[in-house]
């Protein structure tokens, strides 16, 4: 990608998120290193993706916070509702297409003579590519599906047992999460597909790859639900019934801390109300992000080779 193109929408994306707090001072500049190296793909939809997830995701964040905010409870002990988010957060959701564009520029450089320059031959870089788009695919459904799905008028039920539980339980879906899922998939493959150029595989390519990277999508957020009904702990306050969510995705302590040397522990008061009500607690919420984004990109590289090339 050009750099007279890409330095001013990067200085851009990070001054938005700075202006509007959608990233802490750290997250930023993670962020700004993130969208550098996704710059240097040769072509330009890794960093629209990044842009595009980035402006969507921050746009759904925001829809209704006020209402969000009164469903959950946060671990510092007020009101619910994701605050900034932090650089560990960011490189949850990008990480992975990171090391593929990194992957790329180490086989092909950074100029675009010895890249191909179409999609679909069934090149190393078209299987990267590949990645790249399901990644963004998946995560973006699952922010969707997460930030507009809590708002559903229907209690979510457990996807493991379809036991009803509270908004904001990790592996809690309902119909209308599912489909705000559905629908952040697929803006990710119209984006992907604006700026593609396919090696003559003509219309029935674009539609092909079109319905992949939506159900690729839509299996990521399925399998972000599953994967944190199963590996990840959902702690419910008993005196209010709501799910109590962890600083930037970290962990809820359900004990308290043990105070050292005699000092009182401020953080450790009140934590015997919180019950885990679903889940192992083995990972925290960016680790389960990473894992189901770690998943879905090596099942579209995968799957991508195997239907389009």
């Known amino acids: 990608m050009r750099a007279i193109i890409a330095v001013p929408c990067i200085v851009a994306l990070v001054l938005r ?26 072509s330009a939809i890794p960093f629209t993706l990044l842009g595009t997830f980035f ?5 759904a964040t925001k829809v209704k916070h006020d209402i969000k905010a009164t469903l959950t ?46 999609f679909g031959g069934g090149t190393t870089a078209d299987i990267l590519l590949m990645g790249i788009m399901a990644n963004y695919a998946a995560v973006a459904a699952d922010t969707f599906s997460s930030e507009l799905g809590i708002l559903s008028k229907s209690k979510p039920v457990l ?38 150029k396919f090696c003559g595989a003509g219309q029935s390519g674009r539609i092909q790859t079109f319905l992949l990277l939506t159900a690729l999508g839509t299996a990521g957020t399925l399998l ?20 109590v969510e962890g600083l930037g ?18 953080g450790s008061k009140g934590h015997e109300t919180r019950v885990i009500n679903s889940g192992k607690d083995v990972l925290d919420n960016n680790q389960i992000n990473l894992l189901m984004a770690s998943i879905m990109t090596i099942c579209g590289m995968v799957v991508g080779q195997l239907v389009l090339m």
């Open 159 to 196: 996807i493991t047992s379809l036991r009803t539980v509270p908004p904001g339980t990790n592996g809690g879906v309902t119909l209308a999460g599912l489909l705000a899922g559905v629908g952040g998939s697929a803006a990710m493959a119209v984006t992907s597909l604006l700026l593609l």
């Open 17 to 42: 998120a700075y202006t509007r707090k959608s990233l802490t001072i750290i997250g930023c500049l993670v962020a700004g290193l993130t969208a550098s190296i996704h710059a240097l793909h040769p």
């Open 224 to 243: 972000d639900s599953l994967l944190g009904a199963v590996l990840q702990a959902s702690v419910v306050d008993r005196r209010t019934g709501k799910v």
């Open 73 to 118: 409870q946060s671990s510092s002990g007020s009101s619910g509702g994701d605050g900034p988010r932090t650089s560990v957060q960011v490189v949850a959701n990008s990480g992975c297409a990171t090391l593929l564009i990194l992957i790329h520029v180490w086989l092909y450089g950074l100029g675009n003579t010895t890249a191909p320059q179409c």
């Open 55 to 59: 402006l969507l995701g921050t746009s």
């Open 249 to 266: 995705g970290a962990k809820v302590l359900t004990k308290p801390r043990q105070p050292q040397h005699g000092a009182e522990d401020a």
